[in-house]
DNA sequence: TTAATCCTGTGACGATCGTCACAAAATTAC
DNA sequence: GTAATTTTGTGACGATCGTCACAGGATTAA
């Protein structure tokens, strides 16, 4: 839980108290390789704290695969209208790696935060950067071709290329595999 | 301030006392067609209660200007990320029509906020109302094409054509406002 | 009402992208 | 270590898109 604390700290002011208070809606999880961490049609009831490992977030649209988000170490990831709404998710959550995680429950969150200030600060502060993480990249779309989001990737997200193969990227990118293979192509050659 | 005690009613239990004390946090304004909310540079330190009219996000590359999001009756307008880290806003709001809205100013707010539970939750619903939307376009790009994209507005935005012209709507959709016209055009003959 | 400005439609053409197909390379399973 | 599977690269080709150019229609300002 030590990376957890640091990544509360760095969000928000964090009592001890408010530290024991929250236990109760922790609980720390592993998942194996393509274990789902949420299913479509599932409603969602957790946020998910990365502690090692990574995953993402995708539809399945006609059979194929689309990827929507790649969630990493220190990141939070959730179906956040499905947890905010209570109906059923229309995407699924997936271990890209071995993972560790440490889930919020929702319930148990709540319950903690109506009696505790700084817990429902501190989940107010996780929505923000959640969304703050959508808006980045929703407006890639609409600003940059798709070698302009490559490269955005390149200089903001580097470590995501690092971690995340080809196929995979591509999908997320809105792109075919192919297209993607052929923008690396070109912009090594110049 | 009616529609905006509705608005707060329909998204999480708020009591009398709560309204009055979220007063100090509330002005209400008026800004005329092409008025800036929140000029690229500034940081943001207000929430947008959308009371009429509508207003758009829009970034400025290479002296074009990409409409990033729209926001109508009902909505909140802001620069979360600017809001919530104090940073400079990369992009522009401005008005499309004549316009009047509720500003939450965010010192207030928060000192609000702190002091009052249900004020807390209220920022915290807004902020989760706000991650949703931005994912729900985000995810458009991902897994629809430029006509497909067109379509999911078309059912599920159909107020959003109604009241954007074709040029401010492609920019939106991330295409030129020719193949716009040309997508529309196609679909109308099948 | 008239002029100026803005918005939309359309043709031409080159650039980019998606799809299909298959081979090579890398990874995984046994 | 070998076989099976997955991932990646590449060619061909048709579809879509962006850009430039210009004309007509709609809206706004005086």
Redesign the pocket.
């Known amino acids: 839980m030590d990376n957890l604390l640091k990544y509360i700290h760095s969000l928000t002011v964090f009592s001890e108290e408010s530290w024991e208070s929250l236990q109760p809606a922790l609980s720390k999880k592993q998942f194996k390789?393509n274990d789902f961490l949420l299913h479509e049609g599932q409603i969602c009831n957790s946020l998910f704290y990365i502690d090692s490992g990574y995953c993402k977030s995708y539809y399945e649209v006609d059979g194929?695969k689309k990827n929507t988000a790649f969630f990493f170490e220190n990141d939070i990831a959730t179906n956040i209208s499905s947890f905010g709404s209570g109906e059923k998710s229309e995407y699924n959550i997936i271990a890209c790696e071995p993972l560790t995680v440490v889930i919020f429950d929702k319930q148990q969150l709540f319950k903690a935060a109506k009696e505790t200030a700084e817990i429902e600060a501190l989940g107010r502060n996780c929505i923000r950067l959640f969304a703050s993480k959508q808006e980045e990249f929703s407006t890639l779309f609409k600003l940059y071709?798709?070698?302009e989001r490559l490269k955005y990737l390149e200089v903001n997200h580097p470590d995501m290329l690092q971690r995340?193969?080809?196929?995979?990227?591509?999908s997320f990118l809105?792109?075919?595999?192919?297209?993607?293979?052929?923008?690396?192509?070109?912009r090594t050659l110049v």
Do not use: C, F, N, Y
Request: net charge positive; proline share 0%.
């Open positions: 390789k194929a071709s798709a070698q995340v193969s080809l196929s995979q990227l591509a809105g792109v075919a595999r192919e297209t993607l293979s052929r923008i690396r192509k070109r």
